[in-house]
């Protein structure tokens, strides 16, 4: 099927996020779980545009004209994804005060959605390269970044967590031990949720960046 007549899809994430606002709730939905089911079984090279259209019920030219790419069509994925993460996460810190909570209830929150979402963090772990994270418009996001580092200012500002680093680093830390555990629990096939063990995983967290 030739694609020259598609419009070319936007790789800016400001601009995907505009087109995708304009497509179809269900249609969205059903390309959505297509590529989480398709890329939980198989490789990155094995799934083909034509796989998800056909799992998605969707027309392959449909893919294209808000696509145009299988890495286009995986950041936009992600893109809608993880924005939930951001939401819940805003949603969760709302009115919470005391430094130490604010971390305890930053890590509830992401180990829940990993948890219950596991599709998605291996999309994220083994369908994107590390040196192409910058092409998920969420790592960008300011709401979700803003929250994080909000949380690690905060703690270092009231002498509570390390501050002989920065926030940054901080974030590094969180998102490095969190996604390293999410991804070799799925990856061993655990029959235990992570967050039936939350409160020991968050102590070895908490003993890793806090200032005592």
């Not at 297509?34 to 027309?59: Q, T």
């Amino acid at each position: 099927m030739s694609t020259e007549a598609s419009p070319t899809p936007p790789h800016n994430p400001t601009d995907r996020r505009a087109i995708l606002a304009r497509m179809r709730g269900d249609t969205l939905n059903r390309i959505e779980k297509a590529v989480l089911d398709l890329f939980s079984d198989k490789d990155f090279h094995e799934v083909s545009l034509i796989d998800v259209a056909r799992k998605a019920n969707v027309s392959l030219q449909t893919i294209y004209k808000y696509f145009g790419s299988k890495e286009v069509l995986v950041y936009a994925v992600l893109d809608v994804t993880l924005g939930r993460l951001a939401e819940r996460m805003i949603d969760h810190l709302q009115g919470i005060d005391d430094a130490r909570e604010r971390l305890r209830k930053t890590c509830w929150v992401t180990l829940d959605y990993m948890d219950k979402h596991p599709a998605v963090m291996l999309l994220l772990f083994t369908a994107v390269p590390v040196s192409r994270h910058r092409n998920i418009s969420i790592y960008e996001s300011p709401e979700l970044m803003g929250a994080f580092l909000g949380v690690f200012k905060d703690g270092q500002a009231r002498g509570v967590l390390n501050n002989r680093v920065s926030s940054k680093i901080l974030l590094d830390i969180f998102m490095g031990m969190i996604g390293r555990i999410v991804l070799m629990h799925i990856v061993r096939r655990e029959k235990r949720p992570l967050i039936e063990q939350f409160d020991d995983l968050f102590n070895i967290l908490w003993r890793a960046m806090s200032a005592e």
